[in-house]
């Protein structure tokens, strides 16, 4: 009845929320919030209250229920070929016994497909059939639940049950449990999972035409810009009869994201915490100061040739990109910073071996200069990463908390991320634990199984030592010095991003797949203008975009950072 009753109310308040849905590989920034409306706040005390009537003094007699529980768990589908399915495979199979063994709580994994995972989630959410646990990386998704008393109050049961999730508490710590936390009310909506690594944007570039034309890898805008124009220039030589296929340099129609360092390079270095803030809402710097002129530049390639033509008419998830690299049309892009080197034998760099030969690979540099001459990143901090968010539909709360606790253990993480020696992994002389090509239910359909571990998200062994020691080889097939290279440009001159906590933001409710879309059109339609039509182009986009909602949270931003902060323009 609960369940039924929660899908009418929110399939009918889905009338009024954008059909428009941006998911991305990023996380939020510090800026998690909730709003404090009085229907709101009403909302977040009857949700408390169900938590509180719910969690009752004790449930568990050595950590585990007396009668069997069950509960749902979402896991992206990422449709990758050849993969194992990801509901059943050697890691569902894993987390199932050991579920039912420790805790006597039924698992049944519920795929959500990664591309198009908000609209999926508002979906579910709507119909009444989310998964008990649900993870997303939109935040905004999650708020806008809440709002409606669809999302379960988290607060009770971090502290309540602290004693039973040791393993939650030790690895997420206060920081991520706490992170998106109501100063104002103490509601928490979301857990944020913990970043293990950090590590975000790097520039790729084929080794093999850099040596064909006897270039050095560039290390300025400048020297980035004239690599480009030696590859348009020299297509003939690079690809022969293919020459009409070269692609100096590919981004996707997510252009914030993809040249998110390039972007970041006409930031003001000694950028403000507040000014940061303020115009940080959306995460790919669309409202940044510099931004515009980054983008002018690649208005300027573009109309030079030196870019993909097309890049604006392929969505997410779409695969045409990727095959263009590994057929060896494409000479630089700017990715994740291990993108080359993800999905084993079908990595972009596997497949260029086969394709092209053994010397034909793509390799980080790190070209991007800013104003002070440094090669500034900024990078999420070790809590921006997926919210793990409860529906009220969920009637095991304990036991999905208890879930949460069992793959936060150290001993969980690692089997999860490495598997079975001989089969996914070998383990070095020098003690590292190397990834091979697994076959069948044993593939990992996402890069050290972060689809599972939920609360981490990057390799994460039993000591420090041996995750540094063993990240280079966490690659099948990809040698050693290549990720190595890409991991310290990677961490070079980052900035991690601070917790701007200062409650509720009432203008970003219901608004952040509306603007994303505006977000994604803004760039894109920028960078293929016309030069002499770039200014009217970008400033007429961002009109648009601060009359739908962006100045409302420029302001309220504003406003709440000097309730809570004052004057001061920094944090600690």
């Known amino acids: ?10 399939a009918g308040a889905m009338v009024m929320l954008s059909a428009c849905g941006s998911s991305s590989d990023s996380a939020d920034n510090g800026d998690s919030s909730t709003t404090t409306s009085d229907d709101s706040q009403e909302a977040s005390q009857d949700s408390s209250a169900d938590a509180e009537e719910s969690a009752p003094a004790s449930e568990l007699v050595d950590g585990k229920f007396a009668e069997t529980r069950h509960i749902t768990v979402e896991v992206y589908d990422r449709g990758n070929d050849g993969g194992s399915d990801p509901t059943n495979n050697m890691y569902t199979e894993y987390i199932k016994k050991g579920m039912l063994q420790d805790h ?3 698992v049944e994994f519920v795929k959500v497909p990664r591309w198009t995972e908000v609209d999926e989630i508002n979906n579910l959410l709507a119909a009444g059939t989310a998964p008990d646990i649900c993870v997303t990386y939109s935040y905004p998704t999650i708020q806008t639940y809440a709002d409606m008393g669809g999302v379960l109050d ?28 109501d100063p104002v009310n103490g509601t928490i909506w979301a857990i944020e999972g913990k970043l293990a690594n950090s590590n975000r944007i790097n520039t790729f570039v084929r080794q093999d035409w850099l040596d064909a034309l006897g270039l050095q890898a560039p290390t300025t805008t400048e020297d980035f810009e004239a690599m480009l124009i030696a590859f348009q220039e020299n297509a003939d030589t690079l690809l022969g009869a293919d020459a009409d296929k ?22 003001d270095p000694d950028i403000s915490d507040k000014e940061y803030y303020v115009n940080g809402f959306d995460d790919r710097k669309l409202t940044q100061n510099g931004t515009k002129e980054a983008v002018r530049l690649l208005n300027k390639w ?12 392929y969505g997410s ?4 990109e990727d095959d263009m690299m590994k057929a060896g049309y494409v000479g630089a892009f700017t990715h994740n910073w291990d993108y080359p080197f993800r999905n084993g034998e079908d990595s972009i760099n596997a497949n260029l071996q086969r394709n092209i030969g053994e010397d034909a690979k793509f390799v980080a540099i790190d070209p991007f200069d800013d104003s002070k001459g440094t090669h500034t990143k900024y990078v999420s901090s070790t809590a921006g990463d997926r919210k793990i968010f409860f529906p009220t539909t969920n009637d095991e709360p304990l036991a999905s908390m208890l879930y949460l606790d069992w793959i936060s253990d150290p001993a969980h993480i690692e089997y999860l991320q490495i598997g079975d020696e001989g089969v996914t992994h070998n383990k070095l002389e020098s003690g590292a634990i190397q990834t091979v090509a697994a076959t069948g239910d044993a593939i990992m359909n996402s890069g050290m199984n972060i689809d599972y571990t939920i609360t981490c998200n990057g390799l994460h062994l039993s000591t420090d030592e041996l995750t540094e020691l063993s990240m280079a080889y966490s690659y099948a097939g990809i040698d050693p010095e290549l990720v190595q290279t890409a991991n310290d440009i990677a961490r070079t001159d980052a900035v991690p991003a601070k917790n701007v906590n200062v409650g509720a933001i009432d203008a970003e409710a219901n608004i952040g797949d509306t603007l994303s879309a505006k977000r994604d059109q803004a760039y894109d339609n920028a960078v293929i203008a016309a030069e002499s039509d770039f200014d009217s182009v970008w400033d007429s986009a ?20 000097t309730a809570i902060f004052g004057d001061t323009d920094m944090l600690p």
Request: overall charge negative.
């Open 1 to 10: 009845m609960k369940k039924r009753l929660i899908a009418i109310l929110l």
């Open 104 to 106: 006597n709580v039924e």
């Open 154 to 181: 988290l607060s009770g049961y971090v502290e309540d049950y602290k004693d039973d999730l040791p393993n939650l508490w030790n690895w997420l710590g206060e920081t991520n449990i706490y992170w998106d936390k």
């Open 246 to 267: 070269l692609i100096p340099y590919s981004v996707s129609y997510d252009v914030g994201w993809r040249t998110a360092t390039l972007i970041e390079s006409f930031i």
């Open 302 to 313: 573009y109309n030079a040739g030196l870019m993909w033509d097309n890049f604006a008419l």
């Open 317 to 320: 998830g779409d695969t045409t």
């Open 542 to 561: 961002i009109a648009d975009y601060m009359n739908a909602g962006g100045q409302a949270i420029m302001d309220e931003r504003a406003e709440k950072w």
